[in-house]
Structures are given as structure tokens and as C-alpha cells.
């Protein structure tokens, strides 16, 4: 996935995520010059029980440039992860 944002400005990513299973999304260690922070989990209308909903991560960049960031899902207790996401951000 690429995404394309404005540096200096923060934006919102939101990963899908089933809290109750015990899978997050965690960032891996983000590159110098970008910080990334969780700052919610957004449920889906009407849910079902077992539904989940998105982890919705703040991110800044300090300034312009290509930015490689990655994502593990995994229950916080185990090692390996279950799926990981990179993201590639283009900020200008």
C-alpha cells in the first residue's frame, strides 16, 4: 500500500482489527523523523458479537520524503505475528 500525505500535518491510518481475539496491530520501531501513536479503536455499525472494528494510528512526519512503515498483528503475549502490513508514505 502507498499512500500519499502532507508533511507536517498529522493523518490517521486505520488498520481492521478483532480486539477480542487478542490480535493488534502493533508499529514496528517507525523511521527517524516519523512518530506514530494509536489513538483509538473505532467500531463498526450495529456490530455482532465477535465483530471488530479499526485501530486508528495517528502519524506525523517531520518533513518531505519516502517513509517505509510496518505493522505487525499479533496478540501482544506470542512472538510471531499472524500477518504484517507495510506501508509506503509519500509526504511532500
Request: proline content about 10%.
Amino acid at each position: 500500500m502507498r499512500l500519499k500525505f502532507e508533511a507536517g500535518k498529522p493523518f490517521e491510518l486505520k488498520l481492521g482489527s478483532a480486539p477480542s481475539t487478542g490480535y493488534l496491530w502493533e508499529p514496528l520501531t517507525p523511521p527517524a523523523g516519523l512518530r506514530v501513536s494509536e489513538l483509538a479503536m473505532e467500531q463498526v455499525a450495529a456490530p455482532s458479537p465477535g465483530d471488530g472494528g479499526q485501530q486508528v494510528f495517528q502519524v506525523l512526519a517531520d518533513k518531505p520524503g519516502h517513509y517505509v512503515l510496518a505493522f505487525q498483528y499479533k496478540r501482544r503475549w506470542e512472538r510471531e505475528p499472524i500477518e504484517t502490513r507495510v506501508i509506503e508514505l509519500d509526504l511532500y
